[in-house]
Each structure stands twice: as structure tokens, then as C-alpha cells.
DNA sequence: TATGAATGAGATTTCATTCAT
DNA sequence: AATGAATGAAATCTCATTCAT
């Protein structure tokens, strides 16, 4: 159905969290976003910190989709890196990813029930490996430099990381940031 | 005098920022870790917001002061730039410098007051100039190849950024991380 | 309901407002009188003003409804305007009316929000309104001496203001004080 | 002196308690406005209650000595009860005398200590005697028709208080009001 | 007399969560 | 499933007052 409270209440929250952070977002706003009775929160996702992991998930989710889309037809180890990269960047400024329910306040590493910050690890995980995959296909294929996969990868995921605060964090991140960003990983592997 | 209640504060609320975040750091908690009364925090620094910033000035401060002072004897502008990361990397590592104060949460970007957003944003910026001044300089004297310093510089700098919420706050930083990203850095500018 | 617990916060808070005064009210009090949880308070009325403000309006309406219903057979202007006058001395002396919420410290004055002073405002208006239409009547029907209507009910309201403050407020009103006071108020307009 | 720090105080107490009232004048302000330190209030005034009292009796003493002089040349009982309630009421509207001190809040009805509750009164019971004693001498002089003076003198200090209540803290006063008022006290005494 | 750092009780307010309906 | 009144613990902040200097 389109009227579904509990799907909703959920994009409700990914705007709020994303926008105000998991402190200042509150049940009550929450439930006036969506437009429906306070109570059904705990009801439907139990508490808080569930309905902010159920928020990561799904976007997560949808930024792993996004990322294994843009990969799907690559025709080279280096093509498939930086299709990775153009996707990671495109999907951090999209208007309706709700990637800063990601970036916004570290919740997810202070999470306290063990569970839940692994879920979410296992997720994070699930993308440093595709891209560890397309970097060995790289340099099996000839179109990237010998590098050690395992490293590379963990180096260019920390430059879309900084990038991405830099980006939407901070006032003084050039326009052109993104491009120069892609270009610079791109002259660093290309063999 | 040696026993300053006003400094025990910032000290406590430097380590305690740090290790809980915003919100997790209550009055309470730095009242006594320091071991002051309550009401001093407010005699002090006016508010949480005002201690806050108090706390995030002062690593910054010590920060700058930590890069200038190894760019110090550089003895060129490739050599200053290496030097300049080696003590980002090690600043944000180092047990004693509280930089989780300014890892942790967002709060500086959601400063309500403008002329405190605007002083930490000031502070920022002159680590930014003091990398384009190194990257000119390694321009000129040929021990960089030629490259724009400001894209370049931001570049670098997100990639420190990234580097360091790897390495403190997530599970799968490799131990070698930063001499990774140092290497790298390295090899992308070096003439 | 019967036991309708937001009636029983807003009896409370004008039995403690009248007693105590603004600031002596607290919450406490306020919540354990009417024998409800603390943070019924705020989810009912929003803050201590809107509560407050709540309090006074509500003394306000029955004060309206008791003067109109006390000049409602009035027979003449004279007889009306003294109907007025009599209605309110006696409801300022009602045990049950609640007055002295309106008569108690300032913070109608000091409201912080317009909005909710001009409400106070307009309500009072009303008051005077009341009085005038007597007084006109009251000319044009020769039971009353020809007065300026604005006027002389901005006179007579002060005296009501001031003998009801030195009946309530002062220890040393004279018990006919009230009785003293519908005399003058004959006199002096009687035709 | 002129630059003494005690007077200071207490000048400042009265600008302040008159204009925010009693609760949200601080110690902190009191002191700013007077420039002196903080802890002087309680080493010159002992506690809060007693500054207050202290400012609330300096004004009163002034008012007394103002209404003295205004009456000291009246030349029949009826004339003195006019110049009285011009004095009473200029001095309510004079920018210096710091009258809404008396006016705002009531913490002098709320007064604790029985003592200083008694201080207040007796000085007010002062202004009730000057005015007694003009209206009986009104009356065996002949300027004033024969009236009970003690009923007579609380009916018009009501007037007095009601007036004076509508001109400063309500938006709704005529201009003319304390005119209007000395008009109808003048008729309604006047032989 | 003068200072201002220091204290701690107490106030308002927020808010996740529970629960009767 | 759905509602929103009700709860109470906990947070921030205020401020008169004390006290060492």
C-alpha cells in the first residue's frame, strides 16, 4: 500500500536523522513528519536506536544497490573503480539517498547493543569488497598498476570519506572537489 | 596557580567530549571527573555550547601548533608536505592530544552561534593555507611536480580526514594504514 | 471524563498561582496538588507561561461571564453600572473565583510572547466595554448625570483595581471598605 | 563620597527591581549596573529579601517626604487633599523617583521575615494619616463637605493605586487619565 | 571594605517509553 | 494496528550565598 505507516514512519526518520542529527530528532517529530499517532514508534521498530539501525539499513542498502548497479557493466578493472568511485560520490549528493543519516554523529559506533553495530559493519564491509574485487580484476586485466588490493582500497574509500565531509560538512570545499577527486584516484591507478 | 578549576574543566571536558561524544557528556560527569561542583561550568564558560567550542579551540590550537611546528625545518616544499601529514596522522593518534574531541559527533557544524561556527571554521582554514603554502613552495623549488595547490591541497587533506575516521572509528583499519596513505600521498606528488 | 487530569493541572496551578505567586509556583507543587506525573505539565500546556497564561484566561472568561450575567436585567444604566460594580467586588472576594491569579505579581505584563499578552488585552478590553455601554445607557436613559463614558469607566475600573488591591493585598482595609466604595461610585454618578 | 560603593548598590537595585521586578533581577546584574563586585551585595545588604526591602523603604521615604512637601503649604484641608494626589501621582510617573519598585511584583505582601512586612506598613500607614488628617481639617475648615475622613481617605488612595496601576501597566490608558482622576476626586470632596 | 571563584540546591524542560483504550 | 495521554528520570542552567584572599 502507499499509505503504509510503518514505511512512513521510516522516511520520516531517515529525513529527520539526516537532517537534524540522532539527538535533536525526536519521536515526536518524527511522528508529526509522518503524519501518524506517537505510539506506533515503539510499537513498529521497538526504540530508538532500533529505528536509527533501521534507518542506516535501509539507506545502506540502497547506497550498496546503487554502487553494484554502476558496476554491473564495467569492461575493466579500472572502468569498474571508477564507476565505483563516480557512484559513491553521485549517491553521497543525492537529494533522496538520505546519505547524511550516514554522516551525521557517530551513533553508530557508539551503538550499544553489539548486534546492531555489527550489522551495520558487515554492510560497510560488503563495499570495501566489491571494490577490492574490481582493483584485483585491475591489475589482472592490465588496466591498473600492481597494487595490493586490500590497501588501495581502504586508501580510496578514506579519500570519498574525507571528500564526502569536506563536501557536505564544511563551507569551504571547492565546487570542483568531486571531479578533482575522481581524477586524482584515477591517475593514481591507471596503469 | 597550579590547581586552576577553570583548566581541570576544559581538561575534563576535553577527554570527555572525546570519549562520549556531545550529548553523552553531561555537566555532571565533567563536574566530577574534574572535580569541581556543578555550577562552575556555567561560572566559567557560560554554557555546554561555550565549553564545547572552548574544548574544540583548544586542540586546535595545539594542533596548529603541532603542524607549524613540524613544517618548522622543512628543508623542502616536498619534505614540508611529508612532514605536514606524518604530524596530522600522528597529532590524531597521539594518547594526549584529545582530537576525538573534534572526530566525534557534529556539533561544530551545528553551532547555533555563528561567530563560534565561524571561529572554528577560521582556525580550519589557516591548516588548509598552511599546506598550499608547502605545496607552491615544493612547485617552485622542484621537489613537487607541478600541480594546483589548492585542489591538491584539499585533496590531501581529505584524504587525511578519511584516513582518520578509519583508523578511530571503525573495526577494519589495517595497521598499516597511515604509512599506506603516507606512501601514497608520497608517490602521487613527488617530482 | 470526570477525572480529566489537564482540568485538574489548570485547577491546581490557579489555586497555586493565586497563593504563591508566579515564581513560588513551581512545577512541583503544581503536579503533585493535581496528582499527576511532572511532565503531564508540558505535554498539556507547552511551558510554565502558556500554562500561566492558560490559568488567567480561564479566571478571565468566568469574570466576563459573572459580570454580564450580573447586568443582564439591569433595568436602567444606573442600575446596570452599579450591578457591574457590585459583580465585581464580589467575585474579587469569591473564594472560589480564583481572582487573585490575576491579581498576584506582573507576569501578565511581562509576557514574553505579544501574542499571548494581547490576549490577556483584549479580554480586559471587553471589561471595559461593558462599562461604557452602561454608562452611554445610562446618560440617555437620565439615570445617570451626562459623563464622558470613556472616561468615567476608566475611573471607576481603577477603583475597583485599587480597593480590591488594599482589600486583598494590605492589612489595613476597613471591613466596609467594598460597601464605601459602591456608595461613592452612586454618588458621584447618580443623576 | 560620591563614588560610594554601597549607594551604588543600592541606586542600581532600585533601577533594577523596578524595571524587571524582583525574580529577575540578579545579583549578578545588580552588581554589573553598580560596577562593584558581586559578593558586596551580601556583605553591605546581608540577603536578597532585605536589598530588596532596603530600596523598597528608600523609595517610600522619598514619596513621604515628597507628599510632605506638596502639602506643607496647602492653604485649607481641601487644597491640601489636592496637592496630595497631584503628588502622589506625579511622583508615580517621575522618571527618577523609581516608584515601580512599589508597583511591580508583590513581594513585599510576600515578605517572610514579619518584621520587614511591618516596616513597609507602617510607612504606608503614614501616607493614610497625612491624608486623614487634610480631609478632617477639609471638613471643619468648610472646603470639604462633611465626610467620614478614614472611609474617605482609602477610597481615594484606592483611586490613587488604581489609577496609577492603569497608567503603567496597561496599554489601554488614556492620556488624560491622572487629570480625568483629579477632576473627579475634586467634585466629589469639593464643598 | 572589597573581590570574584566556588558551591549546590532547585527550577524548568525534554523525551523515550509505557499503557489503557 | 493505531492512538495519544501519562510517566518520571535526567539534562541544562540559574542564582543566592559563602568564603578565601
Redesign the pocket.
Known amino acids: 500500500m502507499n499509505t ?3 514505511d512512513a514512519l521510516l522516511q520520516a526518520a531517515k529525513d529527520l536523522f539526516g537532517e537534524y542529527g540522532y ?9 508529526e513528519r509522518a ?10 521498530y ?6 536509527f539501525l533501521a534507518a542506516g539499513i535501509d539507506v545502506l542498502q540502497h547506497f550498496l544497490a546503487s554502487l553494484q548497479d554502476a558496476i554491473a557493466g564495467a569492461n575493466s578493472g579500472y572502468d569498474g573503480v571508477m564507476r565505483f568511485c563516480r557512484a559513491y560520490l553521485d549517491f553521497s549528493v543525492d537529494k533522496n539517498s538520505n546519505w547524511l543519516v550516514l554522516v551525521r554523529c557517530s551513533p553508530y559506533s557508539d551503538m550499544k547493543t553489539k548486534t546492531d553495530r555489527d550489522q551495520m559493519d558487515s554492510m560497510f564491509s560488503q563495499v570495501y569488497r566489491e571494490l577490492e574485487l574490481l582493483l584485483d580484476r585491475g591489475v589482472r586485466d592490465g588496466s591498473i598498476i600492481p597494487v595490493n588490493s586490500r590497501t588501495t582500497a581502504q586508501i580510496i574509500i578514506s579519500l570519498m570519506v574525507g571528500a564526502n565531509r569536506t563536501k557536505v560538512l564544511t563551507p569551504y570545499a571547492e565546487p570542483t572537489l568531486y571531479d578533482n577527486v575522481l581524477h586524482f584516484v584515477s591517475r593514481s591507478i591507471k596503469a
Do not use: Q
Not at 23 to 31: C, P
Not at 46 to 51: D, F, I, R
Open positions: 503504509n505507516k510503518k539527538v535533536e530528532t525526536t519521536f515526536k517529530k518524527i511522528s503524519g501518524v499517532a506517537l505510539g506506533l514508534l515503539n510499537h513498529h521497538g526504540n530508538k536506536e532500533k529505528l
